[in-house]
């Protein structure tokens, strides 16, 4: 939600000030686009517990009325207990019916987990899949001006935890063989939605979308994205307008793809949301780093090394946002 | 031929780069010549070449921003 006229920097900046007329607009966005352009009857979201799809949900109820909307829960092994338990809550405040599609099995069938766990094992020697808890992370300071590395961190049962800056090969074959999740889900929710004639609802923000924060053809895959123009602290606002419920506002955005607890913020980001829309919107709109620093309370030369990392990793991932070539 | 020559040949291969267009002291990332892929990459190289490995902690511009700086992070771990 730009505002074309340039306004001073502050950390008001990216506030909805008309927070029902902003609403109303995507929504009948949403329902022209499904109706008109895809052609379709209704909408499959994919739900989580997260923060994001159940603003999509909430946004798909306004947009067709919660008879012409599915829910759909996606756990695996690996999954959160909770966000089952949220994703239900969620449904039921907005009266929208729900199935559970566990792909355990499917994941098994590709080999996801022993892929993953053999990779795992080549850099950590004695990880323990069953015991052991896993995740990948980046730990360096999103401050300092290098491109971000992944590194393997393992808890054992007894809370000792072994961290290790991960080899290409075992980095690569680690995400391809998790991103079977993402993609398993998304043949997932097709299924449904051809079953009904209806449109898969995607459920990227601004930075997921911008940053390459996504699955291609995984969580990526989906006909029409109405949240992808909003920042996180924008979609939170949504969120408490939208009535979601104040447990799924007040959880710390998740992956929930590996087996320890890991957050977007410690996976990805590099720094908290509230910060990152800040400086992603300096730097997308042009304000300099002298503009931003005393704003953000950070040096000129911090908010330089963040703006290089914005451009790397839009750079680096603008394969994920191409379509076909040909 | 030297360390200082090797690191700048991978580069270059590596980024596809014409050779006078990196210098001992260009800033390679900076300059576009790797992103993280192209960073994870070299650390591999050295890996494989050097057998030296990098933790965490030493990955910092201070000793991968530059030829200069890759080399003499090198040469400290042999």
Not at chain 1, 28 to 57: F, T
Request: net charge negative.
């Amino acid at each position: 939600m730009n505002n074309n006229e340039r306004k001073k920097f502050s950390r008001d900046i990216l506030k909805i000030e008309d927070i029902e007329f902003v609403s109303n607009k995507i929504v009948e966005k949403l329902k022209n686009d499904v109706k008109s352009q895809l052609n379709r009857r209704g909408a499959i979201v994919g739900i989580s517990g997260g923060i994001d799809s159940s603003v999509v949900l909430a946004l798909s109820v306004k947009a067709f009325g919660s008879k012409r909307v599915l829910g759909i829960m996606l756990p695996e092994q690996d999954s959160s207990d909770d966000s089952e338990m949220l994703a239900k809550k969620l449904a039921d405040k907005f009266n929208v019916n729900t199935l559970v599609e566990n792909i355990t099995s499917a994941l098994d069938g590709f080999g996801c987990y022993e892929r993953r766990d053999e990779a795992i094992s080549n850099v950590i020697t004695d990880f323990d899949p069953v015991a052991d808890k896993a995740k990948i992370e980046i730990k360096q300071n999103i401050n300092e001006n290098i491109p971000a590395i992944f590194s393997i961190t393992i808890i054992k049962p007894d809370g000792k935890v072994v961290s290790k800056l991960l080899p290409a090969k075992e980095y690569l074959k680690i995400v391809a063989s998790t991103n079977f999740k993402q993609r398993s889900r998304a043949c997932m929710l097709y299924y449904h939605a051809e079953c009904l004639h209806y449109a898969v609802i995607g459920t990227p923000n601004k930075h997921e979308v911008e940053q390459g924060f996504f699955v291609k053809h995984g969580d990526g895959a989906a006909d029409v994205m109405p949240i992808a123009g909003l920042y996180k602290t924008q979609v939170y606002q949504l969120a408490k307008y939208l009535g979601v419920p104040q447990e799924i506002i007040d959880r710390t955005p998740t992956t929930d793809t590996y087996t320890a607890e890991q957050t977007q913020e410690d996976f990805f980001y590099q720094m908290p949301f509230e910060e990152m829309d800040l400086i992603w919107y300096g730097w997308e709109n042009g304000y300099s780093e002298e503009e931003v620093a005393p704003v953000m309370g950070k040096t000129v030369t911090e908010i330089k090394n963040i703006y290089k990392n914005f451009e790397r990793k839009r750079k680096t991932t603008d394969y994920l946002r191409m379509r076909p070539i040909f | 031929m030297n360390l200082k020559q090797e690191i700048k040949e991978y580069i270059i291969e590596a980024s596809l780069s014409d050779f006078d267009k990196i210098k001992d002291e260009t800033l390679i990332f900076d300059n576009g010549l790797l992103d993280s892929m192209g960073l994870l990459f070299l650390i591999e190289f050295l890996n494989e070449k050097y057998k030296i490995e990098v933790n965490d902690q030493e990955l910092n511009p201070k000793n991968f921003e530059s030829v200069n700086n890759i080399a003499e992070f090198v040469e400290g771990k042999l």
